[in-house]
């Protein structure tokens, strides 16, 4: 078990330019979470899945965000028209149904120039 | 909305000394969990907290959860140049559910 992956670790892009970020979550574990962590701030929640279902979507997941995880496995989150507000820290993490707290991965730093 | 503070924001203290940090919410939390966040690495969980009340140690780490489950306190004993890092205290209600993180705590040990 290698933990929770996230792919890439940095991504710099142009503003308007869509990105996509991919998260690997420990293989057994079946709830998967986004979250955008700001410097200086704790992690904001983004949305989060059981299996293949998107149980949840923060207000700060404008229509730019989607977030998919067709197979209940791995989860993509994509940003389209990036802009500057959207530099951050993107944080995936995953859990079993009956735990309280989650492992993240060491996430994906976002710059947009 | 639920909301969690952390306080103090920032603490440097000298290798040897104590400190506490706290994390407070109007609002009542099924669980509350402590993690520990370095640079550019996800958080890491240090305890999970259920029961009001409840009392955990971990080595030189104490975690309390407030009896009204409202609030928590980290206390840390002969703080050493390893604890430094970002502490962050969650909430949240069932299991599985989404967590609501406070802004943190920067600890800095110096040697």
């Known amino acids: 078990d290698t933990g929770v992956s996230q792919d890439p670790r940095h991504k710099i892009t142009k503003r308007g330019q869509n990105v996509t970020f991919r998260c690997d979550p420990i293989s057994e574990h079946n709830r998967l979470y986004w979250y955008r962590q700001t410097l200086g701030q704790g992690p904001e929640f983004l949305t989060y899945f059981q299996n293949e279902a998107q149980l949840e979507k923060s207000r700060l997941l404008s229509d730019r965000f989607s977030a998919e995880r067709p197979k209940g496995s791995f989860s993509t989150l994509e940003i389209q028209r990036t802009e500057q507000g959207d530099s951050a820290m993107y944080l995936c993490?995953?859990?079993?149904?009956?735990?309280?707290?989650?492992?993240f991965g060491s996430g994906t730093r976002l710059t947009v120039v | 909305t639920q909301l969690l503070e952390q306080s103090p924001q920032f603490l440097s203290i000298q290798e040897g000394e104590n400190l506490t940090v706290y994390c407070n919410s109007s609002?009542?939390?099924?669980?509350l969990q402590w993690y520990r966040q370095e640079p550019g690495e996800g958080p890491v969980l240090l305890v999970t907290?259920?029961?009001?009340?409840e009392v955990k140690k971990l080595k030189r780490l104490t975690f309390q959860f407030g009896d009204a489950r409202k609030d928590s306190s980290l206390h840390i004993t002969a703080a050493q140049p390893g604890d430094t890092g970002l502490y962050l205290c969650?909430?949240?209600?069932?299991?599985?559910?989404?967590?609501?993180f406070g802004e943190g705590t920067q600890l800095t040990v110096n040697p």
């Open positions: 969650a909430g949240g209600g069932t299991s599985g559910s989404r967590l609501t």
């Open positions: 609002s009542v939390f099924s669980s």
């Open positions: 907290v259920v029961t009001g009340g």
């Open positions: 993490a995953s859990s079993l149904d009956e735990d309280y707290g989650y492992t």
